[in-house]
């Protein structure tokens, strides 16, 4: 039986990434004749057989409705889903699990938060202010919004080299602005952004800030409280559990405070045609039927990375970014975007005179998944100069061998293009 003590002692051991690598049954397939090389991951992560199981075993001997049955199947079902709440709650240290709302991704959590808290608090005038790297989550969620009412989405400025100007982003944290939004960590350029400095900044202007943390759950470890923000968003996919499936963690104070966003069964208290009054938060914005093999998916993905340990996959994650920097940087005619300080495993490149869309796909017939496009970021793009850019974006199974055998490729397919 294991003990503490040795649960303790493996996490301070590196990870062994043969022995990671066989938990993940894609990871073996081969493409156009080659092994894979997954380095896809900040578009989707793959999924540990632990995952894969756990839906399997749902449809198998549970499948049924939440919170609407007495029977057995449906109890048990009900309890894997509020279970997957309880482990996100603990994941992102949430002071209650009544603070976590259960949604289809981060694109819903931010939807859920413009529709219900800030569209109702908006006037003619007003602003939200996000940075020129958000996702389009991120920036349109507010400008559909927006438009309603007369008020307008601006963006902070950024450094050539991916930073957040944190001065310019506060200097316009003015008496317009009724919410602010960040990305934690920059999908396209890798940049973790100082969450806490802009909260407190927020904070002390009574300005909610939300959080777009689809990046930064996967790769670092996430406390809601130590960061002081309002509102933070995340996505299951990314963090190695099902599709479909994300959460909303907001302060309860704000979530009592908000209308539903969706209307149906399971977010009511009584209805007649005389009016209906709601449940409270979280199920007043979990309006029908869930997801629910996708949440029993993403308890089992944050038990998984929960037992490796995320100290453990973020030391690994630097250790493969800084492998990758440095042998793309010797790359002639490649431009990095995105030389962060503080920055996570993206990499984002273009090579002199190589269309992005062509590269990937050169790259794909070498067995490379990379993603190629605006990465949905167009004003980051703007800003930058480029229609798009390749990215390869690491997880802790990723290997040495696998960032050479991209950069072979890459000299490979230059030649091609030449
Ligand atoms: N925000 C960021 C930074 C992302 O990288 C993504 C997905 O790529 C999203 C938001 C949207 O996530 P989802 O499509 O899972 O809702």
Redesign the pocket.
Known sequence: MNTQADSVSSQRTPLDATRIRADFPLLARQVHGKPLVYLDN??TAQKPREVIEAVDRFYRQTNANVSRAVHTLGEEATAAYEATRDKLARFIHAPSRDEIVLTS????AINLVAYSYALPRLKAGDEILVTTME?H??IVSWQVIAERVGAKVVAAPITPAGELIVDEFIARLTPRVKLAGV?HVS?VLGTINPVRELAKACRARGIPLLV?G??AAPHLRVDVQALGCDFYAL?G??LFGPTGT?ALWARKELLRDMPPFFGGGEMIRTVSFDGTTFADPPHRFEAGTPNIAGFVGLGAAIDYVNGLGLDRTGARERELLDHATAALTCVPGLRLFGQAREKAAVLSFLIDGAHAHDLATLLDHEGIAVRSGHH?AHPLMQFYGVPATVRASLAFYNTHEEIDTLVRAIAKVRKLLA
């Open positions: 900040a578009n991704g981060t694109t819903q996702h989550a991120n990305v999908n777009d689809s990046q996505t996919h990314k994300g949905c």
